[in-house]
């Protein structure tokens, strides 16, 4: 194998997926909790305490970390992740938890399976692996399933694995035909430079 071929691979197993294909490789190795957090962000939960929201809807949820924390407070979560590997590894981890998600099969950018409306959402660590197109199905999808005044919680890498530079600027454009940035605070999380945006739907 050459170096070049040697470094793609690497990249593949340790960097960030692309595809849902690859989130399932992924999920089958011990190596996703490079990308998984082990604890709750102060973030989302100032996010569930300030808002006391009845329902919530994730996106991009892996292995249900962040929704079961949502559930336990009693709220009705619903976690969506497009792969069925880290679907069926969050149901297992949770099974004969009185409190449990609803956990989706389902594409952030295509979310016709899911019709219920939420009080607030959250992506912590999706948004940033979209491209442009992607980014803007996500917008309208999300529009359309948060409710009026609902706060959206995003962390975002400063960079993308597209290469996209995003910034407090950057997505307040992507978003502004339908939500309106608040607030983003710079953040160092996973050893990268990193922004927490608060988005609220108009």
């Known amino acids: 194998m050459t170096t070049t071929a040697l470094n793609k691979t690497k990249s593949k197993q340790f960097g960030p997926p692309d ?14 909790w490079i990308w998984t957090d082990a604890r709750i962000p102060r973030e989302l939960k100032d996010l569930l305490e300030n808002n006391k929201p009845e329902s919530s809807l994730e996106l991009g949820c892996g292995t249900g970390r962040f929704s079961a924390y949502a559930a336990a407070q009693r709220i009705h979560a619903t976690a969506v992740d497009f792969s069925p590997v880290a679907i069926e590894k969050a149901k297992s981890r949770l099974a004969g938890k009185r409190q449990q998600p609803h956990f989706v099969v389902g594409d952030v950018t295509d979310l016709k399976n899911i019709h219920s409306q939420f009080d607030v959402s959250f992506d912590i660590g999706c948004f940033h692996c979209l491209d442009g197109a992607g980014e803007m199905k996500y917008v309208n999808e999300l529009a359309r399933l948060l409710k009026s005044g609902g706060t959206h919680l995003i962390w975002a890498l400063d960079t993308s694995p597209s ?9 307040a454009g992507v978003f502004s035909e339908k939500f309106e940035l608040v607030k983003a605070a710079a953040r160092r999380r996973r050893l990268a430079a990193s922004h927490w945006y608060w988005l609220v739907r108009k």
């Open 163 to 171: 290469d996209i530079k995003l910034s407090a600027e950057y997505i």
């Open 19 to 32: 595809t849902s294909a690859d989130f399932d490789r992924a999920y089958k190795t011990p190596f996703h």
